[in-house]
């Protein structure tokens, strides 16, 4: 009987460690329930909406404790506890800890949680602490009182958002605790540490919203006026697509407790949520189950007038208008203080002396922290209390929907953009002329129909006259210059240019085009100006000769120092290339990008005109024994940077997706300050939206620095950029060619030299000898040999991308082992082609030149 009892014993204490310590897929956890990410813990809210447990974010390997729709089968979380303290590996716990509070762990050392709710709670109930996930996807930290059973709500995640905010949630601020409800975004899609953009309620004045960039003002959304707030535009049919997103019913609250923003879903299957983005947008998103992804239908800043007091104080900002930036009535431009100043007519407040407003119609209203709520006032009754105060600059309604209340404003007017409709009016101050002057101007649009009839007979005569002279003298000009102007519009033509760039005057041929679209900041040079800037194409000016042609210095009028292209007749590149390398080049901003200036186009001349590089290209450094000793380890790590986040741009932050395509060290240039600049984009090619990878039967490129894929099979992608990053990478560390260095085995090349060292951990043995190894960080350079191991895998699959190859390269996270590379083509000893481009079937040539190579400048 007694060993039946110890038995019994045994299995009740197994039983009750089995469910201490397992998982629970209820949505509460208790201080004998918790989740373990060992064995994939979780908990599920009851309509099972949300799911709260570990995760890791994007490609990143820590881990986190965070909350996520769980019916959306892409992955979006939207809250996270240890944000800032990820875990390394997956012993991970999330517990309820002996004082009451939810804590994140490392299995096993409860004493030093990596984050904790640390709410101060007495003994008694915190023995009693639960946290649930509520329907709403808000996580609660209750205790319960011994006495009554009635329960305390300790903590709540809502009152701590990361970078989302969804239904149910108050966003804002609780004046009576001084809880202040703020968004911050996270540094990176890989990384939800706080990253450098805020949002938050100002209560200032008359509340509104704020987003911070740092500590600086970066976006605003103007107050609430009984059915929006200002500045937030309505969503039309025509922005959805067709798509019905009229589904979240928001609701401001202000008074003395609390001031808040919340919204509602009408349908509970709906998921949808306000974001924060890693760059600085705040975006409106919806899960269409259709189409199975996240339609984002609102994003803000959308242009430049979205962004805090663009054009400065006292000024109207219209991103529709040619010059978006305009003054404010009763305010003129400043040349001295290079702003809107108030115009010289003051002395006239309160004397009754024909003060009044102007109406802006259709505008965000103006930065509400000096202005003042006046509840219960019309417009009418708020205009004369406007006209008491010298210091009332305008005034608004604070309820479009009531038509009661005003906001009124007191002092400098700042942040107002308007729009062509919708928003709400506002009413400036201003003295008796400038309301005069806009009187004038209203009524003489009455006479508008008897000037026009008289205009009109007016100009009749007078055109019909003009036009005759006008016609006789272009008919006389076009029979004067036919053949030369029909050459240049046909090259331009061809480029695409004539409609979609802006002519520089320096152009003598085609002063009209000044006048077209300004899509692209191109100027056009004549060839009277490159002949002169460059001593007629002087020897002495000559910077070097590439597959392109000879390239020369040259030196503009205005001083201004130049590089420039000419087109060789016998280059092998024609117009495509050339119209390849204008388009590309001309729309690409980036400091790591070498900045087209414009070109020039005469009959069979065709030229690039670039900013001038002082310093030549990378290979001039360092495959020079005596050259190379002038970048020390620091220079060449920000070079192997510089060189990543150029390429990431072209991949990725572009408005194009560009494919270099010929990546290497010849194509480098440096400025004067050994800054790395990317050249020659005459061989990219341009992605649209969702391609990944494309075929060509022209293999452009330079053998050596070519992806496996681009080589054998002319498939080629974003990680074929990778691979020649890659090879660039381990050439800068050991200042040895990949192709043609190893003299006495002719069969070997850098890769296989540097893998052979790296398997046998001599990695030290890679690093160029000119690098002091005494001051150079020896684990530094060793990470970016592997981060090079990584790029030139034969599999276009294995390799980073160039997002996860600036990250690696910025930071100390673990690095997976690279594969071993077994791909290489070898120079042929006995070719002399030239030519790297490789045409239908025909086997490539294995040499370094190819034909669009950029020599030193």
């Not at 008289?454 to 003009?466: E, T, Y």
């Not at 395509?661 to 061989?683: A, H, Q, W």
Request: hydrophobic share 35%.
């Amino acid at each position: 009987m007694g060993s039946k009892r110890r038995c019994f014993r045994v299995s009740l204490l197994i039983i009750f460690f089995f469910f201490r310590c397992c998982n629970t897929t209820t949505d509460t956890i208790t201080q004998n329930r918790y989740i373990s990410d060992a064995s994939n813990g979780s908990v599920v809210s009851s309509n099972g909406n949300f799911k709260l447990g570990f995760f890791s974010p994007g490609k990143s390997e820590n881990r986190y404790v965070g909350i996520w729709f769980n019916k959306v089968p892409l992955q979006t979380v939207v809250w996270v506890a240890n944000r800032d303290n990820p875990l390394k590996n997956r012993t991970g716990a999330f517990k309820i800890t002996d004082d009451g509070n939810i804590a994140v762990f490392y299995s096993g050392n409860d004493r030093l949680p990596l984050w904790s709710t640390n709410v101060s709670m007495p003994a008694a109930t915190s023995r009693n602490s639960t946290a649930k996930l509520l329907p709403s996807g808000n996580l609660v930290l209750t205790t319960e009182n011994g006495s009554d059973h009635t329960e305390t709500v300790e903590w709540q995640s809502f009152d701590y958002p990361t970078d989302s905010y969804w239904a149910g949630m108050k966003f804002g601020l609780d004046e009576r605790t001084g809880l202040n409800r703020i968004l911050t975004s996270w540094k990176s899609d890989d990384d939800p540490a706080k990253g450098e953009f805020t949002v938050r309620i100002d209560s200032r004045g008359v509340p509104q919203i704020f987003m911070y960039k740092g500590s600086a003002a970066y976006f605003r959304v103007g107050p609430w006026n009984g059915l929006t707030l200002s500045g937030v535009r309505k969503v039309s049919p025509q922005n959805t697509q067709g798509i019905d997103v009229a589904f979240a019913n928001y609701s401001f609250v202000n008074n003395r407790d609390e001031v808040y923003v919340i919204f509602k879903e009408p349908n509970p299957s709906t998921f949808s949520r306000m974001v924060l983005k890693p760059l600085g947008t705040v975006e409106r998103q919806i899960w269409y189950l259709d189409i199975q992804q996240w339609y984002q239908f609102y994003v803000a800043p959308q242009d430049r007038c979205d962004h805090y007091g663009w054009c400065g104080a006292s000024t109207l900002c219209n991103n529709e208008n040619t010059v978006a930036c305009a003054c404010l009535p009763g305010f003129e431009y400043s040349k001295e203080d290079l702003s809107c100043v108030e115009k010289r007519k003051a002395g006239t407040c309160g004397k009754g002396e024909g003060e009044g407003f102007i109406k802006l119609a259709h505008v965000k209203l103006p930065d509400a922290r000096t202005c003042r709520l006046f509840s219960n006032m019309s417009l009418e009754e708020c205009e004369m209390e406007c006209l008491k105060s010298c210091n009332c600059t305008g005034y608004a309604s604070a309820d479009v929907v009531e038509g009661r209340g005003c906001f009124a404003w007191y002092g400098v007017l700042n942040d107002i953009k308007q729009y062509s409709q919708d928003e709400q009016d506002f009413y400036i101050r201003v003295d008796a002329i400038e309301l005069a002057a806009n009187m004038i101007r209203k009524k003489s649009k009455g006479f508008e129909g008897v000037k026009r009839t008289l205009v009109i007979i007016f100009v009749s005569v007078a055109l019909g006259a003009i036009l005759f002279i006008f016609c006789s003298y272009y008919l006389w000009r076009k029979h004067a210059k036919s053949k030369d102007l029909k050459e240049k519009q046909r090259y331009r033509d061809m480029l695409f240019l004539d409609s979609t760039t802006n002519f520089s005057n320096e152009d003598t041929c085609n002063e009209k085009s000044n006048e077209k679209s300004k899509n692209m900041e191109l100027t056009f040079y004549d060839l009277d100006t490159i002949v002169a800037a460059t001593d007629n194409f002087s020897i002495a000016k000559k910077l070097g000769q590439g597959g392109y042609g000879p390239v020369y210095k040259g030196k503009l009028p205005n001083g201004q120092e130049i590089a420039v292209k000419r087109l060789s007749s016998n280059s092998g590149q024609g117009i495509t290339e050339f119209k390849n390398e204008v388009l590309l080049t001309a729309k690409l901003q980036h400091r790591n990008l070498v900045k087209l200036l414009g070109c020039c186009i005469d009959n069979e001349e065709k030229m690039l005109v670039y900013e001038y590089m002082p310093n030549k290209s990378l290979d001039y450094f360092i495959f020079d024994e005596t050259r190379k000793s002038l970048l020390d380890w620091k220079r060449r790590h920000e070079i192997i940077v510089g060189i990543a986040r150029g390429i990431l741009y072209l991949h990725q932050d572009s408005r194009l997706r560009i494919i270099h395509r010929d990546l290497k060290t010849s194509n480098i240039l440096l400025d004067d300050e050994l800054n790395p600049k990317i050249s020659d984009l005459g061989t990219a090619r341009i992605f649209a939206g969702k391609q990944k990878e494309a075929n060509t039967r022209t293999v452009v490129g330079t053998f050596g620095y070519m992806s496996p894929e681009y080589a054998l099979d002319g498939q080629f992608s974003v990680k074929s950029d990778v691979f020649s990053f890659g090879v660039l990478l381990l050439e800068i560390i050991s200042g040895k060619k990949n192709m043609g260095f190893f003299n006495d085995y002719p069969s070997s090349n850098l890769i296989q030299e540097v893998w052979k060292l790296w398997n046998e951990d001599r990695g030290s043995e890679i690093i160029d000898s000119s690098i002091l190894r005494d001051s150079c960080p020896i684990h530094e350079v060793m990470r970016c040999v592997q981060v090079g191991l990584l790029c030139i895998q034969d599999k276009a699959t294995d390799r980073p991308t160039m997002s996860s190859v600036v990250f690696m390269l910025s930071n100390e996270a673990n690095l997976p082992p690279p594969i071993q590379p077994t791909f290489s083509i070898q120079r042929s000893h006995d070719q002399n082609n030239t030519d790297s481009t490789n045409t239908g079937n025909k086997s490539p040539s294995v040499n370094e030149l190819t034909v669009t190579e950029l020599r030193a400048r």
